[in-house]
């Protein structure tokens, strides 16, 4: 997952789509519909189009008195405003806003979230917005005030057309001193349950849950008997660290260990190998526990030791363990782990081929053998040979427009190398491919739900691929065909009664392990620790 930011109506941050024309354009006779393996073989168009979302435009021009943000500031007259009405604005609602600048800026694009309740309020990414008026005719959403220079801001979203009652478009301006500083169009889509599904399918049933008391649920791994649940920092559910639950008693997984580090708490990846388990802490790199006791585990040290390093995710392979960073540079480190207490940093590689002034950064990897296979965000999936750790050598990479490439799995099927990856951004989904040859892959299936929410984290057993889903829950496909991945079992971890639904676009089935004891290990953001056979 990416960083969170949380802000009250700030101006857009990192806004990313595009405005290619305008919504009415004559009717044109339909062409044939291209077959699923015609479709495969056009060029990977990305997660979303780049175009103009609404038909809405603040008024810039000099034309109208009205002040900068509010309703009269902006142009509806192409909007079908009435169909507002129709919009079912309670609950949650995942957000996507594209802005005016997106051919210019491949990151003028966000996603977030806004939660409608009952008595009227609305939240944005968990921040009350300041007025909303919503319903007859109107979907006006806006944060007011007077900066310490004295000079006034204003930033407003204004309805143009719902499309469904569960989905509308419109128009979104941050206004500065009287002056739109930043323009974008909107899409929000409700978060709800697909047409037919209920809670579970396929045999996928709750067997056990443990609650994480503080932070945010992010990942889990499974050993000596014992669950290892990490959590992010969030500033309205407190500090994240490490929880380590005795799985004793499946059916009511003991919570026995809590650890925090103050200072050091937005902690995103856990692995474990032989007695050691390492996690990934966003400020000090890879920490290394001793879990020979598992059910209270020891700190011995933070790698690489010499100041701030993000690390992100995780994964162990063999000897090898492979901590991927983000900042303060975007490398993936190698380590020697043959001492599984003692790793050695053997590399600290920064891919060459990377353009440098490309907002990316390697995300997560899967390893086997002397590959990696890196999702490198806006780079894509890199394919690294590693067989020797200081001269790593990069023989393919998939890479799509606007890529948020986030998580893959890789196996073998007929002979075919064959890797499952998936993005994390609005429209996300899973993508496979045949890399047999990396210096020419090759998009040969795909696996969709809703645009609106997103994949996370995925495994690969045999013929299953696991999926945790954030709204979506757990899927779980059968890819004995990977050109036609099969959903045969799901569960829905979402809830919207559970706290705090609603304040982030990351939110739902979040890790996930799958370690081969007849148990699949799941965790949720809002939930915790879900445990559930394997169907």
Not at 346 to 354: A, G
Not at 363 to 374: E, F, K, P, S
Not at 434 to 460: C, F, K, Q, W
Not at 520 to 529: I, N
Request: glycine share 10%.
């Amino acid at each position: 997952m990416k960083t969170w930011f949380r802000g009250a109506m700030a101006p857009f941050l990192a806004v990313t789509a595009s405005l290619l024309g305008c919504a009415s354009e004559p009717m044109e006779e339909a062409a044939p519909t291209p077959s699923p393996a015609q479709e495969l073989k056009k060029q990977d168009e990305g997660d979303w189009t780049p175009e103009r979302l609404a038909a809405c435009q603040p008024i810039t021009d000099g034309s109208s008195t009205a002040e900068c943000g509010t309703p009269e500031a902006f142009d509806l007259s192409r909007c079908d405003t009435e169909s507002l009405d129709d919009l079912d604005a309670q609950g949650p609602f995942t957000l996507h806003v594209v802005g005016d600048g997106i051919l210019e800026n491949d990151n003028d694009q966000a996603i977030s979230a806004l939660r409608f309740e009952a008595d009227g309020r609305v939240f944005w990414d968990g921040y009350a917005v300041g007025e909303a008026r919503v319903g007859a005719g109107s979907f006006f959403l806006s944060n007011s005030g007077t900066l310490r220079d004295g000079r006034k801001y204003r930033s407003s979203f204004v309805g143009c057309k719902a499309r469904r009652p569960k989905r509308v478009t419109g128009c979104y301006v941050s206004c500065l001193g009287g002056v739109a500083t930043y323009k974008a169009t909107f899409e929000a889509e409700k978060v709800s349950r697909r047409p037919g599904e209920g809670e579970s399918s396929g045999g996928l049933s709750l067997v056990g849950e443990g609650i994480v008391p503080r932070g945010i649920a992010a990942d889990v791994f499974v050993t000596h008997g014992h669950a290892y649940v990490v959590a992010l920092e969030d500033p309205l559910f407190g500090p994240g660290g490490l929880y380590v639950y005795d799985l004793a008693d499946r059916a009511a997984p003991r919570l026995v260990k809590s650890i925090f580090f103050p200072g050091d708490s937005y902690w995103n990846g856990v692995w474990a190998k032989d007695d050691a388990l390492y996690v990934a802490s966003g400020v000090r790199g890879v920490l290394v526990f001793d879990i020979s006791n598992p059910a209270a585990p020891v700190f011995l040290r933070a790698l690489p030791g010499n100041g701030y390093l993000n690390a992100h995710t995780l994964y162990v392979d063999g000897n090898r363990l492979y901590s991927m960073s983000a900042a303060p540079t975007p490398q993936t480190l190698i380590f020697d782990v043959t001492d599984a207490k003692q790793p050695v940093l053997l590399n600290r590689h920064q891919d060459p081929s990377v353009d440098p002034t490309v907002a990316t950064f390697p995300h997560d990897a899967t390893a086997q053998g002397n590959r990696l296979y890196v999702n490198h965000w806006r780079a894509g999936l890199l394919i690294l040979d590693v067989s020797d750790p200081l001269n790593v050598v990069k023989l393919g990479q998939y890479t799509y427009p606007r890529a948020t490439s986030h998580t893959n799995r890789v196996g073998v099927f007929d002979g075919r190398v064959i890797a499952f990856e998936g993005g994390e951004d609005w429209g996300a989904h899973l993508r496979v491919l045949d890399i047999t040859d990396p210096a020419n892959v090759e998009r040969i299936g795909e696996y969709r739900l809703t645009p609106g929410v997103s994949i996370h984290n995925m495994e690969l057993k045999g013929d299953r691929l696991y999926l945790s889903h954030y709204q979506h829950g757990v899927r779980v496909l059968d890819v004995s065909k990977p050109k036609h991945p099969k959903e045969v079992a799901y569960y829905q971890t979402w809830r919207e009664t559970d706290r705090a639904r609603g304040n982030l676009f990351h939110d739902g089935a979040i890790g996930m392990r799958v370690p081969g004891d007849g148990y699949v290990y799941v965790v949720d953001t809002s939930r915790g620790l879900l445990i559930f056979p394997e169907p």
